[in-house]
């Protein structure tokens, strides 16, 4: 798969304190990685550098192949950003600021007006092309934010904070307008939440006091995983009845409790699979003392590796 980002080594100091250290991470085509950590942890430096607005105190970064620091005109035009506080003029009208923006991108004449209609159009943008930015909603203000990064149809979109001071039911327009987005560009998206890492990404890159702790594969298709308690003579017996259930993609090894049962971490696509699974538990013969959802993958490895980088 062909690189959008390559991070090598990044790391920025300012003066004595270190904001990021070290970190190294690539993105291919077509990937949405999630930038996740507390506030603090280095993801707006990171963004900054990627985009040029930094330049690193040492380590190398490259955007479409392109040098981030030696090349980074060419690099930059490969990128569209949305900050976290996105500097919008109020009085202009939403076409206008979106015609302004375009030229400054370079375009002009039949390209700029395609353009601008393409990403009105992606956006949903035609009701308030002519409204004062002023007037408009905070979700459609973010929209015009990620409209003007589109002009230049980026090969790289970056988000910072996409969702910060939206409202539930802008958070959702926002989350599923990343989806549709994500068929198109390479997206890099930074939030403090694992809900919106963990709706929208489909790796996440975890980061705490500037250092990379990982960077992982995410679940799709909404997969639920479960912990199950089965009273039986043998465990082996017990995963060949789980793993022949429909719907079960995983079953890890058994651990044995004090109590004599068996504990099973299952995964499945639907939640309607643990009817299945309990009666052929039961239908087996087995005695099924429990089965309980745990917590996502995600709080799971962020919980685990932020507690041991603290220790």
Known sequence: MQSVIVADQLTKHYGSRVAVANVSFDVGKGEVLGLLGPNGSGKSTILRMLTGYLH??????????????????????????????????????????????????????????????????????????????????????????????????????????????????????????????????????????????????????????????????LRRNGELKFKLCIRADSSDQVKSTLTSVPGVNSVSAATQTDEGCYEFAVEIAHRSTTEQIASSVVAAGFGLQSMTQTRADLEELFLELTGKAKQ
């Open 56 to 217: 690193p105190t040492s380590g190398r970064a490259r955007i479409a192949g392109f040098d981030v620091t030696e090349q980074g005109l060419e690099a930059r035009r490969r990128i569209g950003y949305v900050p976290e506080d996105v500097p919008l003029y109020p009085n202009m009208r939403t076409g206008e600021f979106l015609e302004f923006m375009g030229r400054l991108k370079g375009l002009s004449g039949k390209a700029l007006g395609d353009a601008v209609n393409r990403v009105c159009e992606q956006l949903r943008l035609g009701s308030v092309r002519t409204l004062a930015i002023s007037k408009l909603s905070r979700g459609y203000r973010q929209r015009v934010a990620i409209a003007q990064a589109l002009l230049n149809s980026p090969d790289l979109l970056i988000l910072d904070e996409p969702t910060n001071g939206l409202d539930p039911r802008q958070i959702i327009e926002v989350r599923e307008l990343i989806r549709s987005l994500s068929f198109r560009h390479t997206i890099l998206v930074t939030s403090h939440i694992l809900g919106e890492i963990e709706r929208v990404a489909t790796r996440v890159a975890i980061l705490l006091d500037g250092q990379l702790l990982t960077v992982q594969p």
